[in-house]
């Protein structure tokens, strides 16, 4: 029998495990993603008397893998933290991550997300490529659609979704909506979402909001339901992050109808397909230049968006990690 880890903190990594756990032929290993002194032995404890073949369903959980008696499947999203210092991870943190690579690469079988982070796991782990299975993340297409709210703003707005890491670029994202107020003096950005573990990256980027008087309508955490509505109200989603290993927030704007503009990255070209506008990250003036296209292009966007997001399935993710598991147990046996 499989058993999935399940996590019950709220972002993409964990909706994932969610997600496929309520789909696939598997119990469920149910564990919160963060802990402590005391609640990590007592994980441990569990997770080494599971007894069946466990799918990993993140890749910063693979360090705990140790402590399995059974084959392990492992689900790798992404590995920014360990090869991208963007968020300047702490000693002991590095040596975690390292154990994360040590599991990783003696997995049974491993699930990437999408084909950018299948390459990253051959060229950088050195992952036999027959032990990768690509498969994408999925929409819930019941809650992101075109059907229900819009949110109320004041004022025509850009949306942002995630946390304020410094990879996710927010201080070029108002730089670049300065340069959009121009000429739109009307547009806002609000931003749904945590903050994130960079505090000072997150008071840095609201200061230089203030500097450059760009309104910011801060959302927070939110659920599903009001996410969509956000999505459905805004002039355009803006994505300008520097690395990512999927990207749930494009996938879900276009399924409400919202336009996206994205970094230029290998991830997004393999994601968004030709129904997103691509901007240089690193150029507030091209990240400019797409918001302003899409307030003018964003009904042919829109289109764009509707058709391409329909690969994306939560059914059908669950029916390939499946797949996964059927060719694991075969081969246990």
Same mark, same amino acid.
């Given at each position: 029998m499989i058993a999935i880890i399940v996590t019950h903190e709220s972002s993409g990594f964990d909706k994932y495990s969610q997600e496929v756990a309520k789909r696939v032929r598997a119990k469920s290993f149910h564990s919160q993603r963060y802990f402590n002194a005391k609640t990590l032995p007592e994980f441990l404890e569990r997770l080494s008397r599971c007894g069946d073949v466990v799918h990993i369903t993140n890749q910063n959980f693979a360090r705990f893998a140790g402590v399995l008696r059974?084959?392990?499947i492992v689900t790798v999203h992404d590995l920014i933290r360990n090869f991208y210092d963007f968020d300047g991870e702490t000693y002991a $943190?590095?040596?975690w991550l390292k154990l994360d690579e040590h599991f990783i690469k003696r997995a049974e079988a491993i699930i990437a997300v999408s084909e950018f982070s299948k390459s990253e796991l051959i060229s950088r782990l050195g992952v036999d490529a027959q032990k990768v299975t690509v498969i994408y993340?999925?929409?819930?297409?019941e809650v992101f659609n075109l059907d229900g709210l819009s949110a109320k703003a004041p004022s025509p707005y850009a949306l942002y979704v995630g946390s304020e890491r410094p990879r996710k670029n927010l201080n070029r994202l108002v730089q670049a909506l300065a340069l959009v107020r121009r000429k739109h003096p009307d547009v806002v950005l609000v931003k749904v979402g945590d903050v994130g573990r960079d505090k000072s990256f997150a008071h840095s980027w609201r200061d230089a909001?203030? $500097?450059l008087r760009v309104p910011v309508i801060f959302v927070g955490k939110t659920s599903d339901i009001a996410l969509a509505s956000w999505y459905r109200g805004a002039s355009v989603l803006v994505f300008p992050s520097l690395m990512e290993g999927f990207g749930l927030p494009p996938v879900e704007a276009m399924a409400c109808g919202c336009p996206v503009v994205v970094s230029e990255l290998p991830i997004f070209r393999e994601i968004i397909g030709s129904a997103g506008w691509?901007?240089?990250?690193?150029n507030p003036e091209s990240i400019a230049e797409g918001i302003t296209g899409m307030l003018k292009r964003g009904p042919e966007y829109s289109a764009l968006g509707l058709e391409r997001v329909k690969m994306f399935?939560?059914?059908e993710a669950a029916r390939k990690t499946q797949e996964v598991y059927d060719g694991l147990e075969k081969c246990t046996r």
């Open positions: 059974t084959p392990y $943190e590095q040596m993340n999925g929409l819930d297409h909001a203030k $500097e691509f901007v240089d990250p690193l399935s939560w059914d």
